[in-house]
Structures are given as C-alpha cells and as structure tokens.
C-alpha cells in the first residue's frame, strides 16, 4: 500500500511538471479522408441523377432489345455532357452541355462541401481553415471526384458512346465550380483567410458588388428564359403536334420532355443572344437574329418547332435590345442601394460596370460551356458566336448601368440645387 500511495503521489507530481498539451478544437478539421468520401459521395449522385432516368426510360422502352448495362453506359455518357464534356463514337462527337443539369451537379456538389465545411470549420483557428482548405479540403473532393469520374468512364465502353481521357480530367469543372461557389464570398467566415485577403486587397466596394454581379447573371438568364417561354406559349400547339408524332407511350413521352426542360437553360442563352443582338443558330447557315430568321432544316425536336419561320424582321424588332440595357440599369440601381459612394462619381461607375461585368462574364462562359455538337455536319456548331454575343452584351448591360448612374447623378444635382445643403451621389432616396 505505501508503494501504491507514492507511486500515485509520483504520477501526480510529474502531471504538474509535464507541458499541458492545447486542446484540440471541438470540431475537429476536415481530413483528406473526409474531403475524398465528399468528393466522391458528390460525383455519385450527380451520376445517380442521369443514370436512373436513363433506366427509367428502358423500362418504358420494353421493344429494345439492349439490355439494362447498356442503359447505365449511355447515362454515364450522359453524366460526362452534364459536366461539359464530349462524348465520341468513331467520327461522331455529342458536345452540346445541358446547362441546367451542369448547374444542378454545381449545385449538389456545393451542398457536399457546405458538409464538408460543417464538419471541418468549427473550432478551427482562421489560419488552420485556411491551410487545410488549401492542403486537405480541396485536393481530396476533387481527388475523390476525379476516382468516379474515372469509373463512369468505365462504365461507358459498353455504350454506343465514351468520352475521352480529356474528359475524365475536364469533368473536374464540376466540383471546381463547387469549391468556388462555397468558398469564394467576400464576407463569409467560411471562406478561407487568402481568399478573404483577396477581396480586401480590392475597391471597398468589391464585396458588395461581386455579390451584386452573381445577381445580375440570373437576372439576365431570366431575361433569356422569359423570351422562350412566350415564344413556346405562342407555338404550343406545333410543339405539341411534332411530340405527337413520336408514337410513345406515356413514360417514354416523359423522358423527352424532361430532356427537353434539361436544354430549356441552353435555349434562354440562345434568347438572349437573340435580344443582344448577333443572334444564335441551330444548324449549319442558319441564323436567328433581330434581322431576320433562316432556321433551315431543324431536327424532329417538338421544342425546335417554336423557333420562327424564314422571315425578314423590320428594324423596329432592334427594340429587343432593350432588355439587356434595361437589365443594365436594374444591376446598377441594386449596386446604388448595396453602397454610397458620397459623390465619388469615378467609383460609382467603375462599381456598376464591373457589377455589370460580373454579370456579363458568367453567362457568357455559361454559354460557351452550353455549346456544341450534336453529331452530324450539319448540327456540329449549335449556340450564339461567344465573342460577338459577350461582346454586345456588355456594351448593352454596362450600357444600361451608365445611364442609370447618369439618370441618378441629374437627380441628385437637382437635389443639390433645391437644398444647396449635400453634395452629388449622397442623396439616399434610390
């Protein structure tokens, strides 16, 4: 027993003499393992969301005589457009991305990282975050993601259509975009510190502003998407006449609309190149634009059917460019109400352009994204011309931004005027 008793005593003693180690944070950071489970959880149900409907669709099918693997392949092929990537079989090449189901992978891969981040983020110092984001977070979702790429890749040999080694590593545009839309805000502690001391190193105005220019790019996708509804609405009845002379039934009818309703983010890209100005085409030497309309020969698509007859427009159908401009302003006027620049009338406009900028810039890499081929010669280039498209829209949209700041500025002199008492820009009333 006195042995025992000084051998406790002992223990206690060297316990007061050994260095206290720190504790750790009670949310412990996100290790490679985890971000690697993460990458991959996300990359299987991005491929679950094509995959089931394609397996759906040879269920309702029951004359094929391909069997249920062949299903699966021709969804992975799908999974890799999803992610704007090519599919090839011998010299045909499929290339056109569906933008909403990229943006719906963007969108379930952000949801994997916002976990991922839950689990990592509390408890940990701003610097720890920061490196672990830089050496664990990001490097293991995308190595995690990059695995079952390579698996779906697999899976497609035994389709009519794969993708090529380019395509495995491409498909990473998917979580990239991810990682970006979670971690790159000016104002969230979640975001790492360099990205953080990014924004600081920028305008005092950037924050709000990048916030603002997301914004704006929805904003000009609904402009797009408002012009195609009203168009289908006005052709319904020839869209629903090609869709029934498919001769399917009742599910397999299902599957293409939902394939269409998959290209509706495409077609409002297409509008809004349409009120921009430069106009899309669908097939080769066929063009749609405020001067005039050559379809040509469109594919049995019911949805096509909607595009316009050969028509020749009068000069008034330009006042479509109207809707980008008036765009322009909505972004500006949402920026005047984000800050106040106390007559600092440089910066207003620098702060609308580049909001306007923002806007202009994300669609049109949506848009170039969205583009692409469908195979044959004469469907090997579908979707606006990028350049003249980015190009004329900025003009309008930034265009639009201006003359509200203009319009704003006349009413603040006349403020000044009537008060004599505030400078230009520091009126409140927006």
């Known amino acids: 027993m006195p042995t025992s008793t000084s051998a406790t005593t002992g ?45 759906v669709g040879w269920i309702a099918a029951p004359e094929s005589s391909l069997g249920w693997f062949s299903a699966v392949s021709v969804g992975s092929a799908l999974w890799f457009l999803g992610h704007g990537q090519s599919v090839g079989a011998g010299e045909l090449s499929v290339s056109l991305t569906p933008i909403l189901l990229l943006l719906a992978n963007v969108y379930i891969g952000a949801r994997f990282v916002r976990r991922l981040v839950a689990t990592g983020r509390p408890g940990s110092s701003s610097a720890e975050w920061s490196r672990l984001t830089a050496r664990s977070v990001v490097p293991g979702f995308l190595g995690g993601y990059l695995l079952i790429a390579s698996v779906a890749a697999l899976l497609t040999l035994a389709g009519p259509a794969s993708p090529g080694l380019a395509a495995i590593v491409g498909a990473l545009i998917v979580p990239l975009a991810a990682l970006a839309f979670v971690f790159l805000r000016p104002d969230d502690e979640t975001s790492p510190a360099f990205v953080l001391s990014w924004f600081r190193r920028g305008p005092t105005w950037l924050p709000a502003v990048w916030r603002t220019g997301w914004r704006g790019a929805g904003l000009l996708m609904l402009v797009g998407l408002a012009v195609v509804v009203a168009r289908v609405l006005v052709s319904f009845g020839a869209v629903a006449s090609v869709q029934s002379q498919y001769g399917i039934n009742l ?29 899309f085409s669908i097939a080769a030497g066929a063009v749609i634009s405020p001067a005039a309309a050559h379809p040509g020969l469109m594919p049995l698509v019911p949805v096509l059917a909607a595009l316009p007859d050969e028509a020749s427009y009068p000069q008034a159908l330009y006042a479509v460019l109207l809707l980008p401009i008036a765009a322009g302003a909505v972004i500006a006027r949402w920026v005047d109400r984000e800050l106040e620049f106390f007559g600092n009338v440089g910066a207003r406009l620098a702060a609308v352009v580049t909001a306007a900028g923002l806007a202009v810039a994300a669609v049109t890499v949506l848009t170039a994204i969205g583009n692409g081929a469908l195979g044959v010669e004469r469907l090997a280039n579908i979707g606006p011309a990028v350049l003249p498209f980015g190009a004329a829209l900025f003009v309008e949209v930034a265009g639009g931004a201006a003359l509200w700041v203009g319009w704003r500025l006349l009413r603040e002199r006349r403020v000044v005027d009537s008060t004599g008492d505030c400078e230009p820009g520091v009126a409140s009333d927006n």
């Open 11 to 55: 223990a206690k003693s060297a316990a007061r003499r050994a260095p206290s180690s720190p504790a750790r944070p009670a949310g412990l950071p996100a290790t490679l393992t985890v971000a690697l489970r993460a990458g991959a959880l996300a990359a299987v149900a991005t491929w679950a969301l094509v995959v089931l409907p394609s397996l």
């Open 251 to 279: 599910v397999a009818a299902l599957v293409v609309v939902v394939g269409q309703l998959l290209m509706v983010a495409n077609a409002a890209t297409w509008a809004l190149s349409f009120v921009a100005g430069p106009g």
